[in-house]
């Protein structure tokens, strides 16, 4: 039996690393998620042959349980909310892990000399400060973004200190319980310490850097997960704690270098804090133009880049926009998407959402293509986009933003754009290209104004 578990885990790592290959473009990513599903159904099936199950109830119940939860979860949470929830999914894993981790240290006490080692503790140790931290660290995540805690980073004097100090107990005690893994008592503390720093990680970073931070986090849940392995010699969950871990470290390091921010500013750079000036603002005037407007510049255009971002997921505008593009490409107009890597509240968010509604893949292009273009363009049209076309990231260099490659729609010939208000986006600061000669400003939510539009452009095509 152990020879055919074995031949099962192979099977089950190499789905897992095919799911992810395939999960890299659109044409094979629902094959990468069957594929996942398929290595954990595999994976799964060999833990239970592995193991001597003892009671088979708990398990069963936890199975209904976890298929009661998740179900509605997968329904009822709209996509825009996909980071919160993905952060809650960390939260459980990580939990999982620091439990067993527990588990193994107190059940493995009667037999410490031969099996608490020093190999053995230091895996334990790192499964159960990584787990609980980003058990916490996860849960604190998700209430920011859910705006159930506030979302702004609150600060104190020498707060770096205080959290350094910390973990550097949190350490001590780990290498003390590596020497001698008998000092039980000291364990409890050494959970709290764990739990604590999770919460102190995350609260002096904005909002705004909870996506990054919630990728951070999965590469933690995953070195968790991969400790775990280590401490069970289990080899299948070495390999996935590990592609776990690298794939969110990974995702990290592409959303810090598309908003050109280190992985220390992230941390413990308390972005969001950063107030700018509105006096200078207000005075400023901008030109709106209704439908009927907005429609007549789109039908002289010869070629527009339409420029997705938050607004047009939180609207639902997808199917909307795809009937725009239809309308638009019939009349002979050239109609592209430009796509920046940070647009939406996950990378490949917009990707996700234009996939949705059929909008052919090769009509997507990424930022560094699709800038050369939009001097030649006519009309750039932003549908519920802000900080990612703001060129304050060009230009002020007091802009928490500034050095962010944005896609550069103020270069196009006319701008349009479709948004509720003023209101600034994720970054909280306001967008100069709101106020040029050229821009014109559409209000409203982009599902209902994409839909005056097109009621006005048949009427002229009949016209
Ligand atoms: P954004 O800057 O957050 O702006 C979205 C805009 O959409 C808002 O200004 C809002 O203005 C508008 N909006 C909201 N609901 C709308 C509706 N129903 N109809 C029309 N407009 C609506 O979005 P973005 O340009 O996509 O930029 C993404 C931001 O997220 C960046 O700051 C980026 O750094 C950050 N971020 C993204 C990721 C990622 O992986 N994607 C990761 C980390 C951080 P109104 O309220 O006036 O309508």
């Not at 995953?222 to 080899?235: K, T």
């Amino acid at each position: 039996m152990p020879g055919f578990v074995q031949y099962l885990y192979i099977i089950s790592a190499g789905l897992f690393i095919l799911s992810l290959k395939w999960m890299n473009h659109p044409d094979t990513s629902r094959r990468g998620v069957f594929a996942g599903e398929i290595g954990m159904l595999v994976a799964i099936t060999g833990a239970f042959l592995a193991f001597d199950v003892h009671n088979w109830v708990w398990i069963i119940a936890a199975f209904f349980i976890g298929t009661a939860v998740g179900i509605p979860i997968a329904y009822i949470m709209p996509m825009t909310a996909v980071p919160q929830r993905t952060a809650l999914s960390h939260a459980c894993g990580a939990l999982a892990a620091a439990l067993v981790g527990t588990a193994e240290f107190y059940q493995r006490q009667a037999n410490a000399a031969t099996e608490l080692h020093g190999f053995i503790m230091v895996a334990l140790m790192i499964e159960t400060l990584l787990g609980f931290l980003t058990f916490t660290g996860s849960l604190m995540a998700m209430g920011k973004l859910q705006e159930v805690l506030p979302q702004r980073p609150i600060t104190y004097r020498n707060q770096n200190a205080v959290n350094f100090i910390l973990f550097a107990i949190a350490l001590g005690l780990a290498v003390r319980l590596i020497l001698v893994p008998t000092d039980t008592f000291l364990f409890p503390f050494f959970v709290a310490l764990s739990l604590l720093f999770g919460v102190l990680l995350i609260i002096p970073i904005g909002g705004a850097d909870m996506p990054t931070v919630i990728a951070i986090l999965n590469s933690y849940a995953g070195l968790s997960a991969c400790a775990m392995g280590f401490a069970l010699n289990n080899q299948l969950l070495v390999v996935a704690g590990a592609l776990d871990g690298s794939s969110g470290l990974i995702l990290s390091i592409i959303m810090c270098k598309a908003m050109n921010r280190s992985f220390t500013n992230v941390l413990f750079g308390a972005f969001g804090q950063i107030q700018t000036s509105s006096a200078k603002q207000e005075q400023r005037t901008v030109r709106s133009a209704s439908p009927e407007e907005a429609a007549s510049i789109l039908e002289s255009a010869s070629s527009v880049i339409i420029v997705p971002g938050y607004g047009l997921a939180v609207a639902q505008a997808q199917h909307k926009i795809r009937e725009l593009y239809d309308n638009l490409m019939k009349r002979g107009v050239d109609v592209k998407f430009a796509i920046h890597p940070v647009a939406g509240r996950m990378p490949g968010h917009m990707n996700v959402l234009l996939a949705e509604a059929d909008i052919p893949y090769d009509r997507l292009v990424e930022m560094d293509e699709i800038n050369g273009e939009f001097p030649q363009t006519d009309v750039a049209l932003v549908i519920g986009a802000n900080d990612v076309t703001n060129p304050k990231a060009r230009t002020d260099k007091g802009s928490p933003i500034y050095g962010m490659p944005i896609l550069d729609v103020d270069k196009a010939r006319t701008v349009m754009v479709i948004k509720r208000s003023m209101n600034p986006g994720f970054a909280g600061i306001d967008n100069d290209l709101y106020y040029l000669d050229k821009t014109l400003m559409l209000f409203g939510d982009a599902k209902g104004f994409t839909s005056e539009l097109l009621k006005e452009l048949p009427a002229r095509a009949a016209a």
